[in-house]
Structures are given as C-alpha cells and as structure tokens.
C-alpha cells in the first residue's frame, strides 16, 4: 500500500469511528428519530380499520397418501435357499397362492428313502403272523358267533365278506408299481442327460443366459437413469411443467376475463350497441321521410302507425325518460306496441299486394314502391340485425351462459391436472422417492439372480460337476429301491387281503349253517390260533413299521414347509430375496411383503387445522395417478393426541365406494372446506405472528396499544379472531412496523 492511500484508509477509519465513541460516551445507543427525539416522542401515522363482524369460509388443501390398510412381511417355516419366487412387485395375489419355493432336493430324497424303508418294514414283517393274526380273530368271531347267532351277524359277515373282495380287488391294483416305474426312468433319463447333454438342450441355456443377461442389463439402465437423470430429460421436463404453467395461467385469464369481462372491452361492446341504435333511428327516420313525401292515403296511415309504433318502442326501452309511468301505463303501452305493430304491418302488406309491388328483392327495379322507400326499408332490416347482434354480444359479456362458464372452468381444472403432473414428473426426475429407486433396486436384484441362475445351469449342462452326477446317480438307486419297494408292499397287501376274504367266507359259511361239531372244532380252532400266533408272533416288526410311518410323516411335514405361500389377498409391494438367496424363520428373513387391496388415505395435520376435522366428515380428494378428478373420502380417525415434537396430528379417511386405480404410494390434496358465521374479522395485514403467537395493534386515546389475539380461519384478505378484541376496535393496518406498545399514533386519512 502506498502512503497517500495509507493516510486516506487511516482518515476514514478515524472518520468511520467518530459516531460509535459519540455512542459509547452517551451511553446506550438512542431510538430512530422517528420513533423518538429529545423531547417527547413523535406521533407515528399509521392507518386503521375497524374489526367487523362477518361469515368467512376457507378451503384448505393438505398433503395426503394412499397407504395399504394392512402390510404383512411373508416369513417362510423352514430354513433353506430361495429355488423359486413365483411372483414379482405389483402382482396380486390369493389367499394360499405360491410366492416362493425353497430348495428341497434332500428332503425329495430323504423322502423316497423313508417311504422305501416304509415298505421294506412291512414286506419284511412275517406273512405267517399276520396270517396267524388274521386267524386268531377270525375262529373267536366265529366262536362268539357260533354260542350267540343273530341276523345282525350274518349281515356283519357278508358285509365283511363284501369288503375283503373289494380290499384284493384294490390290492391287486397294480398303479403304484407303474408310478414307480415312471419315477426311476425320469430319473434314469436325467442321469443321462448330465453324462450325455443334448445340443438342443445346450443350446436353449444360452438363449436362456442372453435373455437374462438383457434383462439384467434394462434394469441396470432403468435404474441408473433414476438415480442419474440426463440433462435432456430433465430439459424435457422442466419445458413440460413451463408449459403446463403457461396454459394454466392463460386458462385462468380467459375464466376471469369471463366472470369480469375487461371495462374497454364491455365499454366496446355498451358503444356497439349505442351505435346500433343510432342508426337503426336514423334508419327509421329516414324511412319516415320517405314515407311522408307519398300523397296515398295508404302511406300516410303506414306512417302513422310506424311513428305510434317507434314512441310506445321508446317508452318501453327508456323509461327514465318518463318515471312518472304507473305499471298499469307501461302495460298499456306494451299493448299499444303490439297494435301499431300489427296495424304497420298490416298496411305494408297492402301496398306489397299491389300489382308489380315486390319489396323482398333488394334489387327489384320493377316494383312500385318508391326506390327510396326500398332503399329506406332495407336500411332498416339491416339496422336491426345489426342491434340483435350487438345487443346478444353485450349480453353475453355481462352475463356470460353456464355453458360457457363451465367450459373455461373446465379448461382451467384440465391445466391445473397438467401442473400438477408435469410437476410430480419432474419431481420423480430430480428426486425420486425411496420406494421408486428401492423397487428399481429390487428389479436389479431379480434380473441378476435370473442370470446367475440362468449361467449356472448352462455351465451345469455344458460340464456338470461330479456331486451333480453323484447325485443323480443316487436318485436312481432311490428310485430303484422304491420301485422293489413298491413290489414287495403290493405283494404283502394282496395276501393279506386274501387271507382276510378266506377268514371272512369261512366266518359267513359257519354263520349259516352251525352243527355241534363245528362249535367243537371253533373251540380247538381258537386254542390252536393263539398258540400258533404265539410262535409266529414277532416283538419289533410292528414297531418297525410305526417308526418307518412315523418318519415319512415328519418329513412331509418339512416339504410343505419349503412352500411360502401369500397370508392373504393382496398385492406384491417389495420382493426382500433374490434366487439363491437364504430364507429363515430364526433370524427373520422375509421373502416378501404383501398389502391389503384395502386402502386408506393418511394425512398429518397441523395443530391449528386439526379442529377442521371431524370423524364421519366428507372431504375432497384428488391425485394425478386417478382416472376420476374428485373423490369423496370419509374421515375414520382424526388422532386423540398429536406428536410432541412436530405437534401434528394423525387423519385416516377411507373412499367412499370403490375406486378403480386407488392403489398404495399414491399421493394427492385432501381439500376441506370450514366457514364460520358472524366470526369477528381484521384485515389480514394487520395480524403478525411470532414464537407460534398473533398480536396486533389497535389504536385507543391516541395511542398503539399491542394486543395478543386467538386466531381462527384465514381467507386472502381478511382472518378471523376469537379473542383478544371487540368489534368496531380500531386496528392498524400499515405503519405497525414503527410501533411499540403505548407510541403515540396519528390516525391517516382514508
């Protein structure tokens, strides 16, 4: 810095710190000399208005969203690896519909084998005991029936005998066998397609792997593009909503200038139709002239009745021009203007019955009318339709029909819809919701386990890995140990069945022909069974069989549980797993959530508005996601209590009837009308707000005096106060920004 500009900065900080050592000298810094001087202080000027008693009525549109009415997260009963997700986000589902399937290959084969263990428990159990068994019961019945015969008896054997046919009939039945075969060739061509995989086979995984390798690919893009918009799209999008505003404001222009037509254009529209008159009079006036210059009598009668005629016309149209008319001479000229009108017309149509006399062509020469009586006659024609048309336009401007009226409302609802969806899509560009780019995510997430899956089995077909052989190779044995299985219980079930029909017959034949000897030979026959069954009796074949059961059962049991299925009707909302992905009970791992197709619309409400709303009330509803524009909702809750924090309040309405398109995520205005009568008002301007507080000031004995007020309902202009002032108080509505509490005030002129 050089000295000359050293010396000047020095200068100018000395100068710039004269008034603060004047202050700090005086003491405590001294009000504006607006506000006060060294004497008393000045009068502030302010202007009032007087608080007055009036109806207000507000409309208040809030922030509301379409939520599900219930939201349950899908947990699946057993642990395992996603192999299957039957549906995707946005599908609706049924009570017990499928979502997912985990993997269970080793319970397939944990099954087969239990069920082969099964059959090899009751093929290895001695067909000598059960035919011992089988026989044992069969002499005590026998026996029994044999000492205590009855009719009863004898239709309890044939039933039985009935019965045991049909039992080896059903035994015989050979279907299992064959389902058994089935299964151990569909794994024996399994097996074979790993040792030996087909072209076609190879070649339909690849397409497979392309499909999901584009399909991965979309997703990717779709969700870059959300979470990374182009400039090209978000010009689009911002072009749109400039758009969208521009044609609401013109649409609201046109409506306004409809209901409140501009005055140059009504005072266009006042001096067309002055004009009009005017010359439909000198028109007339100079058809008059015309008419007086014939010497026929016939023409003067026609003139007099046009002059009768024009003077009652004049009557009717201005009667400010005679104020002293009593209704009953407005009537009498109304009938004098029907008669002149008549007589008029009636004297015209003798003169145009004269011979030649043609006045309906403007350009007739051959007419005996006077050229100018026909040039004054066709002035006039075209003097009144040009009033007709003048006076129609000014009429439509001063009252404009519904029809039109409900036209430009239309037009402005239509671009207030357009707005409002030009800026939910630009909003949806610059800031996507959660939900958007988690559904977005969701779909990645699917797509790329699609396509690992889809890559896995490729490389499975192309070189299956030996646990893949080894396993089917095992599947065979399995099946081939369940067919022999099968057999062997099919041969089991055919002797007993036919040891019981040979019990049953010899029961019936007993039954019906009894002889002393044979009550012996029962006798002998039931001792010998018993010792028999004795000696063929084994201790653990039953209970092989009963745990063999026992094991299949539990292992059904965890096959149903590898299918999670949809609690349920509802619809698909987020999709947690992917495929190949872990599921669980413990710890909670969701495969999906479900919502209710049932909805509600919330909405948080401010303290000050929730008194607005009442249970049972009917509101307003509109969003640019419904095919409706208006939707009536019915107020099902308006929260006890509000949030501490916030000090907002819960709304939960339903939709009155069903709503097509009503679906969760949607956001719209909940709009609710209240309106109070005889409320005391004050222009808006005169009420100020601080720390959640209203004042004002009014003025008494020449004086500001600082009142704190209750507020209620608003409008544009005017809000309403529930406490604090009277009615005809006179309130500040400018120059408050001055005033403290007791400042002395002039009252300015209106």
Known sequence: MKAGDRNRFV????????????????????????????????????????????NIKVTTSYAAIVEATDLVEVVPLATGRVEKLAVTVGDEVKQGQLIAELSHGALDAQLQQSQAELAAAKAAAKPGELKAQARLGAVLAVLNQLLNPSASDLMVAESSVTKARSDLVRAQDDSAVAAAQKQLESA??????????????????????????????????????????????????????????????????????????????????????????TRLGSAQSELNQ?????????????????????????????????????????????????ANQEQASVRLAQLRSAPLLIVDDRFNTSSLIPKDIQAGLWKEVEAELALKTSVAKLEELQNPSQETVDLAQNGVAIASSGLLAAQANLQQLTSPSERTVALAQDQVSIAQASFDSAQEKLNELQSPSQSTISLAANTVSIAEAALA?????????????????????????????????????????VV??????????????????????????????????????????????????????????????PVATIASKDVLVSLRVAETGVGFFHEGQTVGFTSPGLPVQRLELRVDLVAPAGEQEAHTFLVQMSPIGSVPGLKPGLSGQVS?????????????????????RFSLFIVQDGQARLVEVDGGLADDKNMEILSGIQPEDMVVVSGQNLLNDATPVTVAAN
């Open 11 to 54: 200068a100018a900080v000395l100068m710039a710190s004269i008034p603060v050592m004047l202050l700090v000298a005086c003491g405590s810094p001294q009000p504006p000399a607006s506000l006060a001087s060294f004497g008393d202080p000045r009068p502030v000027a302010v202007n009032v208005a007087p608080a007055k008693v009036g």
């Open 188 to 277: 024996k061509t399994k097996l074979d397609q790993l040792l030996n995989p087909l072209a076609f086979n190879v070649q339909g995984a690849k397409s497979a792997a392309a499909t999901a390798k584009s399909n991965l690919d979309s997703a990717n893009t779709k969700l870059s593009q959300l979470l990374d918009p182009s400039e090209y799209d978000l010009e689009v999008s911002d072009s749109a909503v400039a758009i969208a505003r521009s044609n609401l404001d013109s649409a609201e222009i046109k409506l306004s200038q409809l209901m409140n037509p501009p005055a140059p254009v009504l005072a266009a529209a006042q001096e067309a139709v002055a004009d009009s008159r």
């Open 290 to 338: 015309a008419i007086s210059r014939q010497p026929s009598a016939s023409w003067q009668l026609l003139l007099g009745a046009r002059i009768a005629l024009q003077a009652n016309q004049a009557i009717l149209e201005n009667p400010a021009l005679n104020p002293g008319l009593t209704p009953e001479e407005i009537a009498d000229a109304e009938v004098a203007v029907a």
């Open 485 to 525: 299985a099968v057999e062997a219980q099919g041969k089991y079930e055919v002797d007993a069945a036919q040891a019981a029909l040979e019990a049953a017959s010899n029961q019936l034949s007993i039954l019906t022909s009894p002889r002393p000897a044979e009550l012996a030979t029962a006798r002998a026959a």
């Open 528 to 589: 010998a069974a018993e010792q028999n069954l004795v000696l063929t009796q084994g201790d653990n074949a039953q209970h092989r069989i009963q745990a063999a059961q026992a094991k299949v059962s539990q292992i059904q049991q965890q096959l149903t549980e590898t299918r999670v299925l949809a609690p349920y009707v509802g619809v698909v909302t987020r999709i947690w797993l992917s495929v190949g992905a872990i599921a669980s009970p413990r710890p909670k791992t």
């Open 672 to 692: 609710i009308s209240a309106q109070r009568e005889g409320a005391v008002l004050v222009p808006k301007e005169a009420v100020r707000r601080l720390e959640g």
